[in-house]
């Protein structure tokens, strides 16, 4: 092995090695998908080999490219990206997600709290086998780099490959582009890499200032409270609201709640939240729900226990850590921190119209059975472990239905809340920001595209209760996240030109 590594070797035998190791090291997943989705003929054996041979070449010429170029600063980046890849590789493995642009996003807006539940003692085996023994290997080969003309042959060469390669499948390319977010997102090192240049490209067209809406007037006299709870990851099904043959909701089922059928506008926390704070569907940034009401007069309170939302600019934003802060006896650890003091923060308004936005994490994986109170495991024995395709499925579901029983008791108290201030008429909405999979074809959690993104990860609940007998609410219509903005209008009363009578949930408010 000394021998081996004291050896000087060109620098094409060292880009080919390397070329080999990250096809075979780093590529199973990519492969598998290849091979499930193509039929058994020549045709499939083309579209594999064209594949496998794209990659080696490709892979070559950028490892001769950045190492030739960067030396001892080309090790460094591709050692880097070794270890990039380990880690990549673990996700998709343990968890079967997408390496999207939207997961990137995912990535960078989770805290270290909540990512650090992802991680287990075989993502340590991943990045010390498949991360840092290439890194040891790399710093320590002796690289003969040879001259710039041998540099031009080479890449030249590795590059005319592809080509050719490219045109012998031209007639597969149709496949290939039906399964290009797919592919792309399981594609070392540059599933992570380009989709994290994409995601700021996007994070940056976002973030530029909000788009005005037309202003709004308070148009009742009444002394109103909506409080809007956002779930995360809260599925539909598992729900008895909705028929679920477990008892998950005992408490709502007895508040004369009105369950309706709703879909998700995406399938990861940053879009969902968005969707329901916004007007309509669209990609550009108008203001959103609570900016809105603020700017006309609403007196706006968020407390969240999550991240992901878009820019809030209101006086009352209050993290879990600012409520513990103010009332010390909550315990942080869960949602029910962000009702402390609730109740006192609602008396204590001197406006006719309140919206309190309450930002839950209550379903968030992989460790469902950390996300609850002990009095609430109510479905036993829980899931412990993050590696979540090795888990007892029923465990799994125990542990996340716990989860759910735990939401159905935040609701609730949110309700019991209102009912203890009848000065004011209240109204609770429970929208989820998307689903969840819990090993439903293979797949777990969520963020998979929504061309292809499974029901589990689409059907979410919408939960609505109000203290007025007249705000009746059609428990026949389909609705989606998009029906809260204007909903939270019509309660509240504020008239306004953008509100749309089609997309209120209560019946008969539709002017």
């Not at 990512?115 to 690289?143: D, N, Q």
């Not at 007639?171 to 792309?184: F, K, S, Y």
């Not at 979540?388 to 239905?401: G, I, R, V």
């Not at 204007?486 to 953008?498: A, D, K, N, T, W």
Request: net charge neutral.
């Amino acid at each position: 092995m000394r021998n081996f590594l004291k050896e000087r070797v060109s620098l094409a035998r060292v880009a080919g090695e390397l070329s080999v190791f990250t096809l075979i090291a780093y590529h199973w997943p990519f492969f598998s998908h290849v091979i499930e989705n193509i039929k058994a003929d020549f045709n499939g054996v083309l579209i594999t080999a064209g594949l496998i041979f794209i990659m080696l070449g490709l892979n070559y010429f950028f490892y001769y490219l950045v190492l030739f170029l960067g030396r001892v600063v080309g090790k460094c980046i591709l050692g880097f990206l070794f270890l990039g890849n380990a880690l990549c590789l673990y996700f998709i493995n343990t968890y079967q997600v997408l390496v999207t642009d939207k997961m990137m996003g995912n990535v960078f807006n989770t805290q270290y709290s909540e990512a650090s539940g992802f991680f287990s003692w075989l993502s340590l085996l991943y990045i010390l086998v498949l991360g840092v023994v290439p890194c040891i290997y790399l710093s320590m080969r002796k690289v003969d780099y040879g001259k710039t003309k041998k540099f031009f042959a080479n890449i030249g060469t590795s590059l005319g490959v592809v080509l050719v390669i490219a045109l012998v499948n031209i007639q597969n390319w149709p496949w290939i582009d039906r399964h290009a977010t797919q592919l792309g997102s399981l594609l070392m090192p540059w599933s992570y890499t380009v989709n994290s240049v994409r995601f700021y490209n996007a994070e940056k067209k976002r973030n530029r200032k909000a788009i005005l809406l037309p202003d709004a007037k308070i148009a009742t006299t009444s002394k109103d409270v909506c409080v809007l709870i956002i779930g995360e990851s809260a599925r539909r099904e598992n729900f008895s609201l909705y028929g679920y043959d477990r008892e998950t909701n005992p408490l709502l089922k007895k508040d004369s709640v009105t369950a309706l059928i709703a879909n998700s506008a995406a399938t990861y926390t940053t879009a969902g939240v968005k969707a329901i704070l916004d007007h309509k569907e669209t990609n550009k940034l108008y203001e959103i729900l609570p900016n809105y009401l603020f700017r006309n007069g609403v007196d706006v309170v968020w407390r969240t226990a999550n991240w992901g939302e878009p820019p809030v600019h209101i006086e009352k934003y209050y993290k879990a850590k600012d409520i513990k802060k103010k009332y010390p006896e909550a315990d942080d650890r869960y949602d029910g921190v962000l009702l402390a003091g609730l109740k006192e923060d609602i008396l204590s308004s001197n406006k006719d119209k309140v919206l309190v936005i309450l930002h839950t994490s209550t379903s968030h994986g992989p460790t469902y059975n950390k996300k609850y109170p002990a009095e609430f495991e109510v479905f036993t024995p829980v899931c412990t472990t993050v590696e979540m395709a090795k888990a007892d499925k029923q465990e799994l579901m125990n542990a996340y239905d716990n989860t759910i029983v735990y939401t159905d008791y935040l609701v609730h108290s949110v309700i019991d809340i209102l009912r203890e201030i009848p000065e004011r008429r209240g109204c609770v909405m429970f929208v989820s920001d998307h689903g969840e999979s819990l090993g439903e074809g293979n797949l777990y959690m969520h963020g998979v595209p929504m061309a292809v993104a499974p029901k589990e990860q689409v059907e979410i609940p919408f939960i609505v209760w109000t203290s007025d007998r007249n705000m009746k609410v059609d428990a026949s219509r389909e609705v989606g996240q998009y029906n809260v903005f204007h909903s939270v209008l019509s309660f509240l009363g504020i008239e306004s030109p953008i509100y749309d009578g089609e997309m209120d949930i209560f019946v008969g408010n539709k002017n």
